[in-house]
């Protein structure tokens, strides 16, 4: 069954509405100029509130790593996203069964240099100029179906309830990241949007090759 990742999350409504819906995953996000940006504390006290089978993602863009490493224990984090522009050498200062890594492919020939990230997982994402992610625009599917083929894949980038069905049957990811596209305002997850668009995910009967989050049952 494809998994599924809802990303943003700034508060403790929110995360338990995600997690009555069966989510697998969810993420926070540590970039300081992000409209959807949580403080350590406030998700540290969060996940606290969430059963223990949800998986913890911390976001990052281009922070120290000694900062990172610092956030992931004081949170209790489970995973490490890298959003930004993070080397394959940086990547490698973190345990790789812990490390997703977000990509921005445009072209075919990109993909080659991406074989060098020892890591647990690439997130497809679409990036503009001064943006890390969270644009509510599409990725490449194209590219990010080739790369879903040799390294576990999570597909993000304005999926909502209008295409998610056409990105499960084009990409078959192992999982999806939901952000903009369950929200009602950046940062403010809109509940019924979020029940749709989990209840389609589950409903398509679709899977990826591996999964990401948690044990495999």
């Known amino acids: 069954m494809t998994q ?6 700034t508060n403790l409504a929110d ?7 069966g989510v697998d995953a969810i993420g926070f996000i540590f970039h300081p100029v992000s409209p959807r940006y949580i403080t350590p504390k406030r998700a540290k006290e ?5 059963p223990a089978e949800i998986a913890t993602v911390g976001v990052f863009v281009n922070r120290e790593a000694e900062e990172v490493a610092q956030t992931v224990e004081d949170c209790g984090l489970d995973l490490i996203q890298l959003h930004g522009d993070e080397s394959p050498e940086y990547c ?30 690439f997130l497809a994402d679409f990036r503009e100029a001064g943006r890390f992610g969270g ?3 599409r990725a490449d599917w194209g590219l990010a179906a080739r790369l879903g ?8 980038g304005g999926l909502g309830i209008g295409n998610i069905g056409e990105a499960l049957a084009a990409v078959a990811p192992g999982a999806v990241d939901i952000n903009s596209g369950c929200e009602r305002a950046p940062g403010v997850k809109d509940h019924d ?8 995910i589950r409903g398509s009967g679709l899977s990826g090759p591996r999964v990401i989050f948690g044990k495999e049952t």
Not at 46 to 50: M, Q, S
Not at 149 to 156: G, H, Q, S, V
Not at 193 to 200: A, D, E, L, Q, S
């Open 4 to 9: 599924i990742k809802i990303c943003g999350i």
């Open 15 to 21: 995360a338990l509405c995600a997690a009555a819906c």
């Open 46 to 50: 969060i996940i606290a509130a969430l």
């Open 92 to 121: 490698r200062r973190f345990p790789p069964e812990r490390v997703i890594k977000a990509v921005f492919p445009r072209m075919p020939e990109e993909l080659r240099a991406l074989d060098a990230y020892d890591v647990l997982a």
């Open 135 to 137: 644009t509510g625009k």
């Open 149 to 156: 083929k040799i390294r576990p894949l999570i597909l993000a």
């Open 193 to 200: 949007r979020m029940r749709r668009i989990v209840g389609m």
